[in-house]
């Protein structure tokens, strides 16, 4: 029996997992010490919380403790990774190299140091919304110093070749960075067999606590020095100034453990989902398209976009079923999104797309349920669309 409202909206945030609360709550009233004081045990014990933590995110990720910095969130983690980076390799070069698709977390700082007299190359992705090695591999200069390119999609859920990405960047001796918050704990990912030098992550997309991600800086094989945005303690080895929140750092740590040891099930659950779904609504909705990369996506995304339907009309019309149209740091724009536009989508399909995001908590009940509430929503809509009704019998 399913009560609704249902949630399928977990590429904007996901519900924190039972466990990780548990794991949380006794870093609120017992164990609540500043890990930075060294003089008595409720320091020493929220050290030693912080420690196991920063060893879970490394080892989801294949990397070693030392080398994961906690932030605020995927974003700070962005901007300390771009702005970090370059600030300490400015004598060297002024190009830096990010892609369309990006989220605006990328975008917005690379965007500001263009303006600020970077030297900025956007490279265009194919119609699956994938960014090619031999594209990011055209764009580069002898004066480039970063590459940013995303691990997969928020969007369209759409996979890039981040490897060999990375692989081309360590041959042209040039940082790569790759915003991975959407990736970490659905897809496999290790930093040191992807050559990647800097990855951003936030726990409120692994079924963590919002307010809390990391950045990953390689210390060897380059080793990757940056310049900190924050000056006040000289916390998280200087790079991160600022008290250490133990309590969402440890519910970090324990959603990393959680994503490590259940992946490889739960992606496989999810994939099905994801396929009962888009068969469901393809069996009841005419002319429907799927954006994004048939295969290579992330297991619990679906983009769809409804010929003839305002997307935000069809969210509208199906209150009962949480989902979007598009990026949930975007979500007051009126523009077409930019990854769909980016894509080759024209400005009606670009705006007639939904994005379903399904997760740990999705059942196939919900599912069933969505399939009825899109496709009755679908139908009503068209049936006060004039171009529906006078449309050309044309394949979409």
């Excluded at 700070?76 to 600030?87: H, M």
């Excluded at 290790?190 to 992550?201: E, K, M, T």
């Amino acid at each position: 029996m399913v009560t609704p409202p249902i949630y399928l909206d977990n590429h904007a945030t996901t519900r924190v997992d039972p466990r990780v609360v548990e794991a949380m709550l006794p870093y609120f009233s017992t164990t609540y010490g500043n890990p930075a004081s060294v003089s008595h045990r409720f320091g020493w014990d929220a050290a030693a919380a912080v420690d196991r933590a920063r060893e879970q995110v490394a080892t989801l990720i294949g990397a070693e403790s030392k080398e994961v910095v906690f932030t605020s969130g995927a974003t700070e983690a962005n901007n300390l990774a771009i702005k970090g980076a370059l600030a300490h390799l400015k004598r060297k070069g002024n190009h830096l190299v990010t892609a369309a698709t990006e989220h605006r977390a990328v975008l917005d700082p690379m965007k500001r140091l263009a303006r600020e007299g970077w030297d900025l190359t956007v490279v265009a992705c194919d119609e699956h919304g994938m960014v090619s090695a031999e594209a990011v591999e055209a764009a580069l200069t002898d004066r480039t110093i970063l590459v940013s390119v995303m691990a997969a999609n928020n969007e369209v859920g759409t996979l890039n070749p981040i490897s060999a990405i990375g692989q081309l960047c360590h041959a042209r001796g040039v940082l790569f960075h790759t915003d991975a918050t959407q990736a970490v704990g659905k897809v496999p990912l290790d930093v040191r067999q992807d050559a990647i030098d800097l990855l951003s992550l936030s726990a409120h997309k692994l079924y963590g606590p919002k307010g809390i991600g990391a950045l990953y800086v390689r210390r060897r094989d380059p080793l990757v020095r940056l310049t900190p945005l924050l000056d006040g303690g000289g916390h998280e080895r200087g790079l991160r100034s600022g008290t250490i929140a133990v309590p969402l750092v440890v519910g970090l740590g324990e959603a990393a453990d959680l994503a490590r040891r259940e992946r490889p099930e739960e992606s496989a659950r999810l994939r099905g989902l994801r396929e009962r779904l888009h068969a469901g609504l393809a069996a009841r909705v005419e002319a429907i398209v799927l954006n994004g990369h048939p295969t290579l996506r992330l297991p619990g995304n679906l983009n769809l976009s409804f010929a003839y339907v305002d997307g935000e009309a069809l969210m509208m019309a199906m209150r009962d079923v949480a989902v979007s149209s598009g990026s949930a740091c975007t979500s007051a724009n009126p523009e077409p999104s930019h990854v769909l536009t980016a894509m080759g989508r024209d400005e009606d399909m670009a705006r007639a797309s939904l994005r379903f995001g399904l997760g740990r908590f999705t059942t196939a009940e919900e599912i069933d349920y969505a399939v009825d509430a899109v496709a009755d929503a679908v139908a009503r809509l068209r049936t006060h669309s004039a171009a529906w009704t006078t449309r050309d019998r044309v394949e979409i």
